[in-house]
């Protein structure tokens, strides 16, 4: 029986959020926002519903003297994606012919 | 999976609702994860900068000692002003910075350890005699060097620390002044020849990036 894909991760803009986070300690908006080539309205729908999630932690500070949002993925969320890809993996292996 | 990327950079990730296959899934993951990796990139000003003010210093104090010029081996004063210019390169870099990698506490807990290790080793040499001083430095040299491209895979700075404690071992052997020449070679090959590798990696994943 396969496992359910997580709805929070499987979308598309989400996702890419998530495997950026997962390969850096923290991120600033702005980094997340060139890599995905994101609207930053849209990003910030996405970040929202990752951080009701629980899934990622968003600290807004001063920097400078200008405001600076920085993400990082939390131990659920790490846990969350750690079980997304096996679960791809798990669709993918089944849907390869066998040899 | 060409032709999935075409229509995520067309989209600009605007409709977010678009359907993934689980293939499709596997492969934004991984150009993402691939992304921040060509962005975590040593720029390689810093190991440049000791590369070559080590260098410098190492074959003017030996000409100094070789054509008796007196006080030439205070040329190693030049190493305060290098360290304002990494404290400089250091806060402008992290400025510049966007995000943080899992490692970056570990180097510059590493770099920093071993910059008072060098300021201790610096007085303690100066206030007391101590056999072939040049064999402890290359010792300490070796240290982060080889810490540093171990646990970053990093074979030029692996082979530079090996290095570093292989000239340690012939400065014991060496007469003085030909020993310093030996602190020449081990910032060439610890710092300054990795500095250009990471140099050009970071200029061509620059480029990759625009």
New interface residues.
């Given amino acids: 029986m396969f496992k359910e894909?997580d709805p929070i991760l499987?979308?598309?803009?989400?996702?890419?959020v998530m495997?950026?986070l997962?390969?850096?300690?923290?991120?600033?908006f702005?980094?997340i926002r060139?890599?995905?080539?994101?609207?930053a309205g849209?990003l910030s729908v996405?970040v929202q519903k990752l951080k009701e999630a629980g899934y990622i932690e968003v600290v807004k500070e001063f920097k400078?003297n200008y405001p600076n949002t920085t993400c990082h993925i939390t131990p659920v969320g790490i846990k969350a994606f750690e079980e997304?890809?096996k679960a791809?993996?798990e669709?993918?292996k089944v849907?390869q012919p066998k040899q | 999976m060409t032709l999935f990327f075409k229509d995520v950079k067309r989209n600009n990730m605007q409709h977010d609702e678009e359907p993934l296959s689980e293939r499709q899934s596997l492969e934004l993951i991984a150009q993402m994860i691939n992304k921040a990796k060509c962005d975590y990139q040593d720029t390689g000003v810093s190991t440049l900068l000791w590369g070559g003010v080590i260098s410098f210093c190492s074959i003017v104090n030996f000409l100094g000692f070789e054509m008796h010029i007196t006080g030439i081996e205070n040329v190693w004063v030049l190493t305060i002003p290098a360290v304002v210019a990494q404290v400089y390169i250091s806060i402008q870099e992290r400025k510049r910075k966007k995000f943080k990698g899992h490692e970056d506490s570990i180097m510059g807990g590493i770099w920093m350890s071993f910059g008072i290790s060098m300021f201790l080793l610096s007085f303690y040499t100066g206030k007391f005699t101590v056999p072939s001083p040049n064999a402890i430095f290359l010792i300490v040299y070796g240290v982060p060097t080889f810490a540093v491209g171990f646990s970053l895979r990093f074979t030029p700075m692996v082979i530079g620390g090996l290095a570093c404690w292989v000239f340690a071992v012939a400065t014991m052997y060496t007469p003085f002044p030909y020993s310093i020449l030996y602190s020449a070679g081990a910032a060439q090959l610890a710092w300054f020849i990795p500095g250009l590798i990471l140099r050009r990696r970071y200029l061509k994943a620059k480029r990759g990036n625009v």
Avoid: C, P, W
């Fill in positions: 894909l499987h979308s598309q803009l989400r996702l890419a495997s950026l997962i390969s850096v300690k923290e991120a600033d702005t980094f060139e890599k995905t080539n994101a609207t849209n996405q400078d997304y890809v791809l993996q669709y993918l849907g």
